[in-house]
C-alpha cells in the first residue's frame, strides 16, 4: 500500500510498549508524529528516541502525540527504553508499536526491499487530528532524523490550517509569511492581511505573519 498526502491514516490495533493500542482512538483529537525504526538497540535509534523524548514539551504545545514503531516484540522494546533512558538522560514516555508481523510497516509502506527486505526504514508520518496524511518524510537507514525541521513543518501547517497564507523556504515561526496566488480581490486582501505586503513581484506578495 502506498500512502499519500491527504490520504487517511490506516487504522490498525498493534501492541506496544505500553500494551494494545488502537490507533486511531489513541489518537484522538491531538496531531500525530508516527515515525519506524530499522530495529530495537540499534545506536541511531537510540538517539532519535532519546531526542523525540526530550521533545515533549514543545510536542505538548503544539497538541501532537508521539508514537514510534520497530518490528521487535514489547518486552524487547521495554528493555530497549531501559537503555535510552539511560544513555539520552530522559524519560521515554511515548510508546513503541511491536509490529512483530510487519502488518502496521505494510499498511505505512514502510519497508522498502532495496534497503532490506526485513527492517523498516527511516519513515515518518504527520497525521492531523482528522487523520489525515499531512507530511511523509523517508531517511535511509544509516541517517537520523532532524526532529527541528518536524516541528517546523507541524508550525507551518498549523499556521496555514488557521490562515490563508503559505510559508516560504526555511520559514521559522514568526517568519513573514506569503499570499497564496489564489486569494486575487484587493478588498479580500486587505480584510484578511490586515497588516499589509511587499510584492517584488506581482506573484510573490510577502505579507507578516498574521497571528504574530
Known amino acids: 500500500m502506498t500512502l499519500r498526502l491527504g490520504d487517511t491514516a490506516p487504522d490498525f490495533e498493534q501492541d506496544s510498549s505500553i500494551g494494545k493500542i488502537k490507533f486511531h482512538e489513541w489518537a484522538g483529537d491531538s496531531w500525530v508524529v508516527l515515525f519506524s525504526h530499522p530495529a530495537d538497540f540499534t545506536p541511531v535509534c537510540t538517539t532519535e528516541l532519546g531526542l523525540t523524548a526530550k521533545l515533549k514539551g514543545e510536542f505538548d504545545k ?62 515518518l508520518f504527520v497525521i492531523d487530528p482528522k487523520k489525515k496524511v499531512r507530511l511523509i518524510i523517508t531517511y535511509p537507514m544509516s541517517t537520523g532524523r532532524n526532529f527541528d525541521e518536524v516541528l517546523r513543518v507541524i508550525d507551518a501547517l498549523q499556521l496555514t490550517d488557521g490562515y490563508t497564507v503559505a510559508t516560504p523556504g526555511n520559514w521559522r515561526d514568526g517568519d513573514d509569511v506569503i499570499i497564496p496566488l489564489s486569494v486575487q480581490d484587493e478588498a479580500v486582501i486587505k480584510q484578511k492581511y490586515p497588516k499589509g505586503y511587499t510584492s517584488p513581484r506581482p506573484y510573490l506578495r510577502i505579507t507578516p505573519q498574521p497571528n504574530k
Open 62 to 123: 503544539r497538541n501532537v502525540k508521539a508514537i514510534a514503531l520497530s518490528v521487535d516484540p514489547a518486552d524487547k522494546h521495554n528493555e530497549w527504553i531501559k537503555d535510552i533512558e539511560e544513555t539520552q538522560k530522559t524519560v521515554v514516555g511515548f510508546p513503541i508499536i511491536a509490529d512483530v508481523d510487519k502488518k502496521v510497516s505494510g499498511l505505512y509502506d514502510m519497508i522498502h526491499p532495496n534497503q532490506s527486505e526485513t527492517a523498516t526504514v527511516r519513515s
